[in-house]
């Protein structure tokens, strides 16, 4: 140990050059995780980057804890803000470790929580730590930090962070573990089910859970700028002539492969009438308020499903009618849909509401 950390302190850039390379890689990591989990951009390049960066991110952090050990051991020279940093190296190391383990193949849920879903919420729990460490420990750097030296070393850094993610991809490979681009992997991997077709978990995004919904009552409006028509579930299932395989991908971290049937969105319109009006988004709106808009073209492309596997949709895949959106991630195909509109507007509200519909 002493010897490691000897080396360690030996081979670090100096002090200001590893805390702010630190800074910049913690936001890099955050940056892409959050990115690529909730699909704002496409996945595949952003989750390489997010795994480069992380165990660039682990690497810096070995420099600075064997130069921080001696002051955290020894209790005489803890501060007021000793606390905060401390809490956040155990955060941070929780964050990479669970990151690394569900990366290697590793899975064990904590509760209804996949270690994906735990470390996204570990790293998510940095972001506040760390504005309090910097509050109290935050040190702007000198010109004398930079150096041709440091830059190298970061480097190269930089360069082991890739090789050790190029490994990881291959171990995690060999152990038979298939990761989507999105980072998730297949229900059959992480639960006693099929990945393609059958049984797949129930969930929620947060905390949406109506009641069953009775299909002789309920109908669906569908709206446009001129006007609006409320459809009944037998009607709608008379358009449904539809289907689909596409993948459902939650950001807990599981994927299925499915057969869904329903109605067109695009032949939804055409059947209400009341397609155009300079519309660009159509909005889908659940039972529960919880709601996702897409651009108009992807919206006519995606089904309206109102039944699975040539079986009615149950109730909790989102009967009577869920949106099937392929593409995009789970939080985003709204299911329990009682109302389809256009709009001329996007909808940036939408993120909030699906973190607070459910919560009364
Ligand atoms: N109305 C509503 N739709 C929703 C959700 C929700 O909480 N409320 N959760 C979403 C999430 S996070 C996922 S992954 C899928 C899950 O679909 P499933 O329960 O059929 O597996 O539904 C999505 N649709
Ligand atoms: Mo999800």
Not at 119 to 137: K, S
Not at 293 to 317: K, N, Q, V, Y
Request: glycine fraction near 12%.
């Amino acid at each position: 140990m002493g010897r490691l950390s000897r080396l360690l302190r030996r081979l670090a850039p100096p002090p200001r050059v590893v805390d702010w390379a630190i800074l910049a890689v913690v936001a890099g990591v955050v940056a892409t995780g959050l990115l690529a989990w909730t699909g704002w951009l496409p996945p595949a390049l952003l989750v390489d980057l997010h795994g480069i960066v992380g165990l660039t991110l682990a690497g810096l952090l070995l420099f600075k804890f064997a130069r921080v050990s001696r002051r955290v051991l020894d209790r005489d020279r803890w501060d007021r803000a000793t606390p905060v940093s401390v809490l956040l190296g155990v955060v941070a190391v929780a964050a990479l470790a669970s990151g690394a383990f569900w990366g290697l193949g590793g899975n064990v849920p904590v509760g209804p929580w996949t270690t994906l879903a735990v470390h996204v919420g570990l790293g998510l729990l940095v972001v506040p730590i760390l504005l309090l460490h910097l509050r109290a420990r935050l040190r702007l750097p000198a010109r004398t930090d930079a150096s041709r030296r440091s830059a190298l070393r970061l480097g190269g850094l930089l360069v082991a962070g890739t090789i050790a993610w190029r490994l990881s991809e291959a171990a995690a490979s060999l152990r038979g573990t298939t990761i989507a681009d999105t980072g998730s992997k297949p229900t059959g991997e992480l639960y006693d089910t099929d990945t393609e077709g059958g049984a797949f978990p129930v969930t929620s995004w947060v905390a949406d859970d109506p009641e069953p919904i009775d299909r002789s009552d309920w109908t669906l409006t569908v709206a446009g700028p001129a006007g609006e028509r409320e459809i009944t579930y037998g009607e709608l299932l008379g358009l449904a002539g539809d289907g689909r395989r596409a993948t459902l991908d939650c950001t807990s971290g599981w994927y299925t492969v499915q057969d869904w049937e329903g109605v067109r969105v695009g032949a939804l319109f055409e059947a209400a009438g009341v397609d155009g009006g300079g519309a660009r988004w159509v909005r889908f709106v659940s039972v529960t308020g919880y709601r996702w808009s897409l651009p108009i073209e992807e919206a006519r492309d995606a089904l309206l499903s109102t039944a699975i596997d040539g079986s009615r949709l149950p109730h909790g895949h989102g009967g009577p009618a869920r949106l099937v959106a392929p593409g995009r991630r789970g939080f985003q195909w709204v299911k329990w849909v009682e109302r389809v509109e256009l709009r001329r507007e996007p909808d940036p509200a939408q993120w909030l509401v699906t973190l607070l519909s459910g919560f009364d």
